[in-house]
């Protein structure tokens, strides 16, 4: 079974302050995924990485696929409120139908 | 372009009504999922279709669950009987086809929360 582990899963920061999220398998995906869910609506994707090693930036985001294809990391610099938010990373299952695993999530909240 | 839509947005039941959830994906997409969300399990995939045919329903918990596409830009989830554990959030989701180039990207509706008291 593919499973993916989120860490933390609540953390509580100042606005201004840098943070990493995890997400982390045993298992290795041809893809990763990171959505962005705020309260009351569906999960919005952010970035998809696909290739070993590979980094990618949005704005303050960065995002990281470890080079075995088994982890990711997201950080973000300088957050601000805006940023609170439930954050999942999703692996393409397999076979070629192209359905998700999320992970649990990390639930942000950016104080200001 | 409007996105998936769900309806209800709230739907509170009891205990053995039988309550059905639908879904418009979005125009062009092929493929449509069924998730349902709580605290503790997170976002489970309940089952998907392509060009409207059920791919995979594993995720379905019971037989009490059961999910139809009639056609391209409709989807009914019906849960019969209904217990309080149902109770969660029930997200669907599209997809354009994979030969789109849209990387695997899942457009969601705003969900249904479910209480079944």
């Known amino acids: 079974t593919q499973l993916l582990e989120q860490s933390p899963q609540f953390l509580s920061i100042q606005e201004g302050e840098n943070l990493t999220v995890y997400c982390n398998s045993s298992?290795?995906?041809?893809?990763l995924q990171w959505y962005r869910q705020e309260p009351g609506e569906g999960p919005v994707l952010l970035v998809t990485v696909v290739t070993g090693g590979e980094v990618k930036k949005l704005k303050r985001l960065t995002f990281q696929f470890g080079d075995a294809r088994k982890d990711s990391s997201l950080h973000i610099t300088a957050a601000q409120p805006g940023d609170t938010g439930l954050y999942l990373c999703a692996g393409a299952g397999r076979g070629s139908q192209g359905n998700l695993i999320f992970g649990k999530g990390t639930k942000l909240s950016v104080k200001p | 372009d409007a996105g998936v839509i769900q309806s209800p947005r709230h739907e509170v039941t009891e205990m053995g009504q039988e309550v059905t959830l639908r879904c418009k994906p979005i125009?062009?997409?092929?493929?449509l999922f069924w998730y349902r969300q709580t605290m503790m399990r997170g976002l489970e995939l309940l089952i998907y279709?392509?060009?409207?045919?059920?791919?995979?329903d594993s995720g379905m918990p019971e037989d009490r669950f059961s999910a139809k596409m009639p056609n391209a830009s409709f989807s009914t989830l019906k849960i019969q009987p209904s217990e309080p554990r149902d109770s969660a959030v029930y997200f669907c989701a599209s997809r354009p086809p994979l030969t789109s180039g849209r990387e695997n990207e899942q457009f969601f509706g705003p969900g249904t929360r479910l209480t079944v008291l």
């Open positions: 279709f392509n060009n409207n045919v059920p791919i995979d």
């Open positions: 125009s062009g997409h092929n493929s």
């Open positions: 298992s290795v995906f041809s893809s």
